[in-house]
Structure formats: C-alpha cells, structure tokens
C-alpha cells in the first residue's frame, strides 16, 4: 500500500540556518504531496503542496518539489525563524485510495535564537 | 478559505461512557470526511472514511462497533467512541474533502482536534 517516510527528528537548528526535511513516498497512483505543520497545542495546517511531478510547492519561504524519478517531496527553507519550530508532516492523497491522505511520521523542528 | 469544525475540542469522560465528537465543513459540501487519532508526539493514523448517506470504511485494526461513525448530511460527520476506556485517551483529528470542481481537487481541510481523556 501507500506509504511516506520522513526523516526521523527531531532536528534543530540556529535561527537563520538552512533546513531540509527528507521525504519519500511510495504509491500505486498518481499522487498528491504534502507538507503540513502543526504548532504546539495546535491543529494540522496545510503548508504546501504539488499534484504532479515537477510541480513546486511553496509558501511562509518553505517550498519542495514533486520528484517522480526519485520519488521524493523534500522541504526546505533557506533561513529558518524561531516561529518555525513546530513538527512538519509529510502526506500523500492518491485518488486510486479514495483520496485518503497517508501521513508519514512527523518531524519535530526546534529552532534556537 | 474552507474551515472545518470539530466539537467539543476537549471533553474528559468516565471510562464506560459514550462520547460523540462532531466534525462539521462550515463553507463547503464535504461528501467525504475522514477521521484519524494522534498520540502524543505520533503522526495521524487514519481510522475511518465517512462517506455521506453510506457506510463508513474502516482501516484495518479499527472496531467499527467502538467507533460509531455517522455521515448524516453534507456537512457533518460525527464519531462517537462506545463504552470509552483510558487506552481510547487520545486527540482525534477530523477532516473533510471538497468535492466541488474537477476530479483531481483533492485538497483536505483539517479540523482542529478534539482531545479526548477517559479516565
């Protein structure tokens, strides 16, 4: 079945520092990616997302790109603030699933001033 | 953009009660919704997609004669944990599809949990 795995955390980092979080999915289908993020005590946000391959995500300086060949959806931001730390999710939505979103395990940022 | 709702977004209960959490999409026509439980510091495991005017899917391991769910209209689903135990303590995420427009609009709107403590 449908599966993401993300890099375990969790990751921290200086304000300022560059940030990638590793992601790699497996799918029958043609899916969607995402990245969400949830803030201490608070629910699931959609952060970025693409629907195909090639497609660029972006959005608050974070972006990742939709990698068929490598199969991968990596998030990245070039210079990370305190505000970001949070734990990010990577997900897929497949239509051949019903569209259900698979999340994968979730990596915790924490970001030092 | 698409809110969703969940209510109560907290309750504690005795162990042996019921418990209903509702999910509701305030703007939009939600066909599907689907609901997941998170345990602290865990991702979001899927549970269950609601289909409105049908039977819920259940994932697999999940008792569907514990976790009542009710799709009754186009903007409201609700899950209700049976006869709730200490084990079921857990944060329960609802979200919703918007079905409007073209087949390949996938995009899901999450509510914001409700946490749920048996004690």
């Known amino acids: 079945g449908d599966s993401v795995t993300q890099m375990e955390g969790p990751v921290t980092l200086s304000e300022e520092a560059f940030l990638t979080i590793n992601c790699t999915y497996t799918a029958t289908g043609y899916p969607s990616l995402f990245w969400y993020v949830q803030y201490p005590g608070e629910g699931l946000q959609l952060l970025l997302k693409a629907t195909k391959a090639d497609d660029k995500g972006s959005n608050k300086g974070f972006e990742a790109t939709y990698r068929k060949e490598t199969t991968s959806f990596h998030l990245e931001k070039g210079s990370v603030q305190v505000s970001d730390s949070a734990v990010y999710f990577c997900?897929?939505?497949?239509?051949?699933?019903?569209?259900?979103?698979?999340f994968g395990a979730g990596t915790r940022l924490f970001v030092k001033a | 953009g698409a809110v969703v709702s969940q209510h109560p977004s907290w309750v504690i209960c005795k162990s042996g009660t019921s418990v209903k959490i509702e999910c509701r999409s305030l703007d939009f026509q939600a066909t599907t919704m689907f609901w997941y439980r998170q345990f602290p510091k865990q991702s979001l495991m899927l549970m269950a997609t609601s289909n409105e005017g049908s039977k819920a899917t259940y994932e697999q391991g999940v008792e569907k004669d514990k976790f009542l769910i009710n799709h009754a209209s186009l903007t409201l689903s609700t899950l209700t944990v049976t006869s709730a135990h200490p084990e079921d303590s857990s944060f329960y995420i609802c979200?919703?599809?918007?079905?409007?427009?073209?087949?390949?609009?996938?995009?899901?709107?999450f509510g914001p949990g409700t946490r749920l403590t048996v004690l």
């Open positions: 979200s919703a599809r918007d079905t409007r427009g073209l087949r390949f609009t996938d995009t899901q709107y």
């Open positions: 997900a897929l939505s497949d239509d051949t699933g019903g569209f259900k979103t698979i």
